[in-house]
């Protein structure tokens, strides 16, 4: 057993039995909100699905503190028995020690970036299209921008259940982006396998446009879909990041939003290092030496300022008021040469 795959080890466990712990006390709380209501319309089933559809939301959360939390404690156990010790007395440097980690960082950085990128967006979407009940609010009187198919659907204004939209206008295309024919409807009332349109007027190009008292209009799209879309959700699939910033589809966030998300993508992979080097400052928390238990307290509370930092520069971003590159890399940057030198200076 190479000495990389042995500290990984040790600090893996316990990340996730910290992740494990975390996750299971998050959902409990969630549910204790909302288990009634669930249980009242869908049944256990239902209350079974909602948990599986939060885990990954809820991980999405937590992982960064978590992997914080389980490295510091790994690292506290192995000055714990004196290993660390060792380890510096055979050359191994606390900085050298954390390197040997790198591939354990990458790991996590790699499971992150999924949960991101797609697990999180698609249980983010299913969610609210299994349980549109508890995401019902006020009448949604923004406009919406959505597309299915071979069309892009503008949505003026839109009921709480979403099951009611008014003011409607669909663009249908053809799979070079041509534009067959557009269609502007009053009011769209759901009927269970399309939407029903009143008040219709239909164009083609170059033909005079057409007024038709109703007509059914057949679409994938659900008051879930709806809801979801009128939520603006924070979590966007890295497929869909791509197509908005290309131009392909329509998007319902700011241009700085799409592209924060696209270079938070790329920023994520040096996070778990990030909360490493932090956590190895535990490493110092048995030494007699001096300083102690606050050595301990000083890196939980650097990967935690990490976390804030980084959040308030990302929203900094998503809103325009900051480079987007910038509120992407600058905080885990600032904080990678913190850590490194706050390490450096406690050996030494």
């Known amino acids: 057993m190479t000495m990389a795959l042995y500290l990984s080890r040790q600090l893996g466990a316990r990340i996730v039995a910290v992740l494990l712990g975390l996750l299971a006390l998050a959902i409990s ?45 790994g690292f506290l156990a192995l000055a714990a028995r004196s290993e660390m010790v060792m380890l510096r007395a055979a050359g191994y440097n606390t900085l050298r020690v954390v390197l040997l980690l790198v591939p354990l960082a990458v790991i996590i950085g790699l499971a992150q970036s999924q949960l991101a990128a797609r697990v999180g967006p698609a249980a983010e979407r299913m969610l609210v299209e299994r349980f549109p009940g ?19 659907i503008r949505v003026g204004r839109a009921e709480a259940n979403g099951a009611v939209l008014g003011d409607v206008t669909i663009f249908e295309t053809a799979d070079q982006g041509t534009l067959l024919r557009r269609i502007d409807a009053a009011v769209a009332r759901y009927a269970g396998d399309g939407w029903d349109l009143t008040g219709v007027t239909t164009q083609h190009p170059n033909q005079a446009p057409i007024e038709v008292t109703q ?24 497929a869909e990041v791509r197509d908005v910033l290309s131009g392909a589809v329509p998007g319902a966030r700011s241009t700085a939003f799409y592209s924060i998300q696209l270079w938070r993508g790329y920023s994520a992979f040096v996070v778990p290092l990030i909360m490493f080097l932090f ?17 301990v ?50 050996e030494e």
């Open 279 to 295: 956590g190895a400052m535990a490493s110092f928390g048995l030494s007699r030496s001096g300083g102690g238990i606050g050595y």
């Open 29 to 73: 709380f969630d549910l204790l909100e909302n288990a009634t209501d669930i249980i009242d319309e869908h049944g256990v089933r239902g209350l079974l699905e909602y948990a599986a559809l939060r885990t990954p939301l809820i991980l999405l959360t937590i992982m960064p503190l978590c992997v914080l939390v389980g490295a510091a404690l």
């Open 215 to 238: 007509m059914r209009w057949r679409t994938r799209l659900n008051p879930g879909s709806i809801l979801a879309a009128a939520r603006r959700p924070e979590l966007v699939d890295a």
């Open 134 to 152: 508890l995401f019902e609010t006020k009448a949604i009187e923004r406009e919406l921008w959505l597309r299915d198919w071979q069309a892009v």
């Open 297 to 346: 307290a000083i890196g939980l509370f650097g990967g935690a300022l990490f976390v804030l930092v980084d959040g308030v520069f990302s929203s900094l971003g998503e809103a325009g008021a900051m480079n987007v590159i910038l509120a992407a890399f600058l905080a885990p940057a600032l904080f990678l040469i913190a850590g490194i030198w706050s390490i450096v200076v406690i």
